[in-house]
């Protein structure tokens, strides 16, 4: 398998370098297209008979995907793409020719390899993507085309703020504890990244140390999806209607003191869980303004208070007296604000028709160990 990984790599690394040289030589671009053509001509080459080996559908997925990665620099999505090196995240697409029997998975240029099946695939499968992690773990996920039947919207209307202490407290005053993952797990992490830092570069053993280091960073990156999966579709199975505050993240971790923390929580990561799924689910998100003053209006009487600080969790509004919870607060706020931008009241309908749309699933199954000499 890792000389599969190693041609689709090549090629992403080789496609990139064509298509920036091209604009250099030219000054317009090169189509992905003309591109793919050219992986034929470049196969007859001397030195590079060796990718006649690597399935050619998934070099063209490889070039294909560089091309959507240029879509998003230019509608400024994303960064410039970059060159992928092979200590990083390894995957290959198979759009044709994989086939499923038992617990085998066929995969073209490869032969059948040892699975096991976390859930039983629902629908058509379209694809299938092999990946293999920093830490050496393989897995393989599909992409099947289902009927998804139209969302039903039920339950209450919630507004919630995002926090580092509580990682969210609604408007009916129910809070959720910040698990803080990375934090827990730093003491390991320290302790593992000595003992690469000891290891001679190059050696077996120093391989073996950065394994460690990167399946310790992997189990808490699990931990914290896990945590966010289970949440979202909590919330979204309760309620048909969500309100989040439209936070600056990206703002935010520029606070040296605060990055760390705003980056183990995963805000951003929770509110996209949450927007897929009520799509699929029947919930409608909805999101405030940034510059909304949800903290400082008092929710009963709409009075604003100047002289509110960081680090007062609890204030009294000077105009109607009410004492008010500060995470509690500015959830109802941000729930009033979102009301405002629905469609009706008795049935919500802030993102348009009330209807689900055709959906992909994505199935994870990981491979065996002894499977892994792909």
């Known amino acids: 398998m890792s000389y599969q990984f190693g041609g689709a790599r090549f090629i992403y690394n080789w496609a990139l370098a064509r298509r920036r040289d091209y604009y250099k030589e030219n000054g317009k671009g090169l189509s992905c297209y003309d591109v793919i053509k050219e992986i034929t001509k470049l196969k007859q080459q001397e030195g590079f008979e060796w990718l006649k080996e690597v399935c050619a559908q998934s070099l063209q997925q490889k070039v294909i995907d560089l091309d959507r990665a240029f879509k998003n620099f230019f509608e400024k999505r994303a960064g410039y793409p970059k060159f992928k090196k092979k200590k990083d995240k390894q995957s290959i697409r198979y759009p044709?020719?994989?086939?499923?029997?038992?617990?085998k998975i066929y995969l073209p240029k490869v032969g059948w390899v040892k699975t096991i099946f976390h859930r039983l695939l629902e629908g058509k499968a379209k694809n299938v993507t092999v990946s293999r992690t920093k830490s050496g773990r393989y897995f393989a996920s599909f992409q099947c085309e289902v009927e998804i039947d139209e969302p039903v919207y039920l339950g209450k209307e919630i507004g919630i703020d995002l926090g580092l202490i509580s990682f969210i407290a609604d408007?009916?005053?129910?809070?959720?504890?910040?698990?803080?993952?990375?934090?827990?797990?730093?003491r390991k992490l320290a302790k593992l990244q000595r003992r690469l830092s000891k290891r001679k570069k190059g050696s077996n053993g120093r391989r073996k140390a950065r394994l460690l280091v990167a399946r310790q960073h992997e189990k808490v990156s699990n931990q914290r999806k896990?945590?966010?999966h289970k949440l979202s579709r909590d919330l979204v199975d309760r309620h048909r209607l969500?309100?989040?505050?439209?936070?600056?993240?990206?703002?935010?971790?520029?606070?040296?003191?605060?990055?760390?923390?705003?980056?183990?929580?995963?805000?951003?990561?929770?509110v996209s869980y949450c927007g897929y799924k009520g799509i699929w689910y029947g919930c409608h998100i909805e999101k405030v303004d940034t510059f909304f003053p949800s903290t400082k209006l008092c929710s009963d009487c709409g009075e604003k208070c100047q002289t509110l600080t960081l680090a007062t969790r609890e204030w009294v509004c000077?105009?109607?007296g009410t004492i008010h919870s500060r995470d509690t607060n500015a959830a109802k706020n941000i729930l009033k604000e979102a009301?405002?931008?629905?469609?009706?009241?008795?049935?919500?309908?802030?993102?348009?028709?009330?209807?689900?749309?055709?959906?992909?699933?994505?199935?994870?199954?990981?491979?065996?160990?002894?499977?892994?000499?792909?």
Do not use: H, Y
Not at 242 to 269: H, P, Q, Y
Not at 352 to 364: D, F
């Open 226 to 228: 896990d945590f966010l």
């Open 96 to 103: 044709q020719g994989f086939r499923i029997k038992d617990d």
């Open 339 to 374: 009301k405002k931008n629905t469609v009706g009241t008795t049935e919500i309908n802030a993102g348009g028709e009330n209807v689900r749309p055709k959906a992909n699933t994505v199935l994870a199954v990981s491979l065996k160990p002894e499977a892994t000499v792909l």
């Open 318 to 320: 000077t105009n109607c």
């Open 171 to 186: 408007s009916n005053g129910n809070t959720v504890e910040t698990p803080r993952f990375l934090r827990k797990g730093e």
């Open 242 to 270: 969500i309100a989040f505050e439209n936070l600056n993240i990206k703002g935010m971790v520029r606070n040296s003191k605060l990055a760390k923390s705003i980056s183990d929580a995963g805000w951003a990561t929770f």
